[in-house]
């Protein structure tokens, strides 16, 4: 079972970009769906997005961020990412990474089952 950290969270300014990463650990990654979430304070947990296992890789995207944010892989770094663009204050959130086995993109949207998940990277959009 893989072990996720979340790295690249921080202040930025609305319209402004980050990029998070999630390295995972172990040597089956690129069999794992990988997925982004966000937990805004006083709200619940949230689907951002998510790219299948190999070979595919496709992805998905929650409606808030289609075409702002970017979901990307790179299975010889056992990395995924999140490149987040136009950043708005209401973006403001905890992001956390998930992977799920040969999971599916409709089982990840959902968060429900899920045992791998990261620690959490803080994102702060000011205004």
């Known amino acids: 079972q893989v072990q996720l950290v979340e790295s690249g969270g921080g202040l930025v300014q609305a319209g402004g970009s980050l990029r998070l990463s999630c390295a995972a650990s172990?040597?089956?990654?690129?069999?794992?769906?990988m997925g982004w979430f966000r937990q805004a304070p006083g709200k619940e947990r949230e689907f951002v997005a998510a790219?299948?296992?190999?070979?595919?890789?496709?992805?998905n995207y929650a409606d808030s961020v289609k075409g702002r944010f970017t979901i990307s892989r790179d299975n010889a770094k056992n990395t995924v990412y999140l490149q987040m663009t136009s950043l708005k204050p209401e973006d403001t959130a905890v992001y956390y990474c998930?992977?799920?086995?040969?999971?599916?993109?409709?089982?990840?949207?959902?968060?429900?089952?899920?045992?791998?998940w990261g620690q959490g990277t803080l994102v702060t959009v000011s205004s």
């Open positions: 998930a992977a799920d086995l040969f999971g599916t993109i409709a089982a990840m949207r959902t968060g429900v089952g899920l045992e791998v």
């Open positions: 172990g040597r089956t990654f690129s069999s794992y769906t």
């Open positions: 790219i299948s296992w190999r070979p595919s890789s496709s992805t």
